[in-house]
């Protein structure tokens, strides 16, 4: 598989099997991705991955406390604008309508959205960290560390679903995975196989025409 094969099959996976992952593939592709370049070559990631009791542990506390904590960053700017607002918009409403679950059924939503806390029946949840006194540049970093971590699984046959969604439960993942105070959380992500017979599994998210976006210029 080439690099534009792997990029066109990742997507992100919301219904896993519950077969197990090797612990030896997990660090294999948490060590390759670490070849993602940051500036100064600061490698600025700290990463934790659970499997097995400490990953069901902490889907226990999170289940006694799903009204979540306050979050440390926002996931997306408030009052979002276009055309951000309409492609969120149109993403959601893609994903629901896979599932049959129309706008009017909040409650509905609300359990999918949950799902978020049970990795999607993921078999490994990982999560992503970094020195809370670094910057911007940085984070920028730990997401092309990320990016290579989803193209990895892409190669060795998994699947993957990055969540930010567990912005929302900071404390509780620093308690689960030991962080120290001095860093903070960025991001989780599901890792595992994919039930390609689920529905939520067969729909894509929509990108907009290179016109839309991009630019060339003295060429």
Same mark, same amino acid.
């Given at each position: $598989?080439?690099?534009?094969?792997?990029?066109?099959?990742?997507?992100?996976?919301?219904a896993f099997k519950p077969d197990p992952v090797p612990g030896e593939?997990?660090?294999?592709?948490?060590?390759?991705?670490?070849?993602?370049?940051?500036?100064?070559?600061?490698?600025?990631?700290?990463?934790?991955?659970?499997?097995?009791?400490?990953?069901?542990?902490?889907?226990?506390?999170?289940?006694?406390?799903? +009204? +979540?904590?306050?979050?440390?960053?926002?996931?997306?700017?408030?009052?979002?604008?276009?055309?951000?607002?309409?492609?969120?918009?149109?993403?959601?409403?893609?994903?629901?309508?896979?599932?049959?679950?129309?706008?009017?059924?909040?409650?509905?939503?609300?359990?999918?959205?949950?799902?978020?806390?049970?990795?999607?029946?993921?078999?490994?949840?990982?999560?992503?960290?970094?020195?809370?006194?670094?910057?911007?540049?940085?984070?920028?970093?730990? @997401?092309?560390? $990320?990016?290579?971590? $989803?193209?990895?699984?892409?190669?060795? +046959?998994?699947?993957?679903?990055?969540?930010?969604?567990?912005?929302?439960?900071?404390?509780?993942?620093?308690?689960?995975?030991?962080?120290?105070?001095?860093? $903070?959380?960025?991001? +989780?992500?599901?890792? @595992?196989?994919?039930?390609?017979?689920?529905?939520?599994?067969?729909?894509?998210?929509?990108?907009?025409?290179?016109?839309?976006?991009?630019?060339?210029?003295?060429?």
């Amino acid at each position: $598989m080439d690099v534009s094969q792997a990029i066109a099959a990742r997507y992100s996976t919301r219904a896993f099997k519950p077969d197990p992952v090797p612990g030896e593939v997990v660090r294999e592709i948490l060590v390759a991705a670490s070849q993602a370049p940051s500036g100064g070559n600061l490698q600025p990631w700290r990463v934790t991955a659970l499997t097995g009791e400490p990953l069901a542990a902490l889907k226990a506390t999170v289940a006694a406390n799903l +009204g +979540g904590e306050e979050p440390e960053y926002d996931v997306y700017p408030r009052d979002l604008w276009d055309p951000f607002r309409t492609r969120r918009y149109q993403c959601g409403e893609d994903l629901y309508a896979s599932i049959d679950i129309p706008r009017e059924d909040k409650p509905g939503r609300i359990r999918q959205l949950m799902r978020n806390t049970e990795f999607f029946g993921a078999p490994v949840g990982i999560f992503f960290c970094l020195d809370r006194k670094l910057g911007p540049p940085q984070w920028a970093d730990l @997401g092309m560390y $990320m990016q290579n971590v $989803m193209l990895l699984a892409v190669e060795r +046959g998994l699947d993957t679903c990055a969540q930010e969604f567990w912005a929302r439960y900071p404390r509780t993942v620093a308690r689960a995975i030991d962080l120290p105070d001095d860093h $903070m959380l960025f991001s +989780g992500m599901a890792l @595992g196989y994919a039930d390609t017979s689920a529905p939520i599994n067969n729909w894509r998210t929509r990108r907009d025409d290179f016109e839309i976006w991009g630019e060339l210029r003295g060429f």
